[in-house]
């Protein structure tokens, strides 16, 4: 629920438990109240997008499982997840998420924190002696001076962010990991702080773990949300055979673009373009393999 006073959020509630549906209720309360009301307007709203299913139940850590090696202090309290004290990661007991989008809510008062993803139940030393942490990716927020700093996508330690975002400590944001594939994405609050392509896919699946490290942390999610994606169904546009799908732009230069041995070859003294037949693409991953000579 959001409610807006002059295009402000005056207050906002996410609550998988009260009502779903029911009337609508103008209210005054006293014998010395006068309210007047005027354009009175509704949108009837869609259905909530399909897909979601909450990974955090607002009760308890059903669900979820610490290390036995790091056992941690997480707590629920006013459906909030609050990890603090020594270094703990948090596990989904499923350790099989492969794609998926998940959003979730967190606030870092002190300390550093982080979520790994396909990640396994395993707490090996990182390759700098950095400590013991899951092997896999990592969404970690960092603490500087006056502001914190999420959003930053780790591969086995190394940082691939290329747009963090500083926030005020203590103060909630929403993070969005969107893994599909090789091709992974981080959002703070709507705005792309990572983009990365995994091409050696050393990880493709696994558990989901929250972090705390080190005693000085504590950090605090909520509203743990995953949207499991199918898997990418690639089409081939070329057949390896022949030119079935596609047209050259210049009729001059019709035969600058032959097959040879398998392979799509532009070639001639005629500047042309290859078009795809009666097709129109809007949201897509293409990739390709390509070489050139030095013309």
């Known amino acids: ?83 603090q004290g020594k270094t703990s990661h948090l596990f989904t007991e499923r350790q099989d998420y492969a794609d998926f989008h998940l959003r979730f809510e967190s606030k870092l008062k002190t300390g550093d924190s982080g979520v790994f993803f396909r990640t396994a139940f395993s707490l090996p030393v990182t390759p700098k002696g950095g400590g013991r942490v899951p092997a896999g990716f990592e969404v970690a927020c960092q603490n500087d001076k006056n502001a914190i700093i999420p959003g930053f996508l780790k591969y086995l330690g190394a940082s691939v962010s290329f747009a963090p975002v500083r926030l ?51 950090v605090r999610f909520r509203n743990i949300e995953i949207k499991e994606l199918p898997p990418m169904e690639w089409v081939e546009l070329f057949n390896g055979t022949d030119l079935t799908g596609w047209q050259v732009n210049n009729p001059k230069g019709k035969d600058t673009w032959k097959v040879i041995d398998g392979l799509l070859t532009g070639q001639g003294v005629e500047s042309t373009t290859l078009w795809r037949v009666n097709s129109e693409s809007r949201d897509f991953h293409l990739r390709i393999e390509a070489r050139a000579d030095d013309g």
């Not at 990974?55 to 997480?74: A, E, V, Y």
């Open 1 to 83: 629920f959001l409610t807006k006073v002059n295009g402000i959020t005056a207050a906002e509630v996410r609550n998988a438990h009260v009502h779903a549906g029911g009337q609508i209720v103008l209210e005054q309360l006293g014998d010395q109240t006068v309210v007047q009301f005027k354009k009175i307007e509704i949108k009837e709203l869609p259905p909530e997008e399909p897909g979601w299913v909450r990974l955090f139940n607002g009760k308890d850590l059903t669900g979820w499982k610490t290390h036995p090696d790091q056992p941690g202090d997480w707590q629920v309290k006013d459906g909030e997840i609050i990890g």
């Open 168 to 218: 005020k400590k203590d103060t909630w944001f929403t993070e969005e990991i969107i893994a599909r594939g090789n091709h992974i994405t981080v959002k703070v609050n709507g705005v792309i702080t990572a983009e990365y392509w995994d091409r050696e896919r050393v990880f493709t699946k696994g558990a989901f773990a929250l972090q705390m490290w080190g005693p000085q942390t504590e």
